[in-house]
Nanobody, 122 residues
Framework: QVQLVESGGGLVQPGGLLRLSCAASGSIFSIIAMGWYRQAPGKQRELVARITSGYITYYADSVKGQSATSRDNARNMMFLQMNSLKPEDTAVYYC????????????????WGQGTQVTVSS
């Protein structure tokens, strides 16, 4: 079972930026797809961004133009850079495994960590 630890959140002013990190307990070299999710108070958890082993990325419409995700297999980490943060970006952000191998569509897996809190407020 993969263990994931999110970090990098905090309190920022509107228009600010954050880079969130996701550290895996083991190698992510062979993981086909990993994703970033967020859950705001009273809201459903939603997919924010996804990156594949081929470095193909996906972004939700709500964060397009302000976000960039990347992965560093050598360090067993993935990242989410968020710019121009808005109050509606306030949420707990999680990373997860979306696919372990080719043709695996069962994600996200139940590898949720504790998440990292992002609060955007003046």
């Amino acid at each position: 079972q993969v263990q994931l630890v999110e970090s990098g959140g905090g309190l920022v002013q509107p228009g600010g930026l954050l880079r969130l990190s996701c550290a895996a307990s083991g190698s992510i070299f062979s993981i086909i797809a990993m994703g970033w999710y967020r859950q705001a108070p009273g809201k459903q958890r939603e997919l924010v961004a996804r990156i594949t082993s081929g470095y193909i990325t996906y972004y939700a419409d709500s964060v397009k133009g302000q976000s960039a995700t990347s992965r560093d297999n050598a360090r067993n980490m993935m990242f989410l850079q968020m710019n121009s943060l808005k109050p509606e970006d306030t949420a707990v952000y999680y990373c997860n495994v979306d696919g372990l191998y080719y043709s695996d569509y069962r994600g996200p897996y139940d590898y949720w960590g504790q998440g990292t809190q992002v609060t955007v407020s003046s």
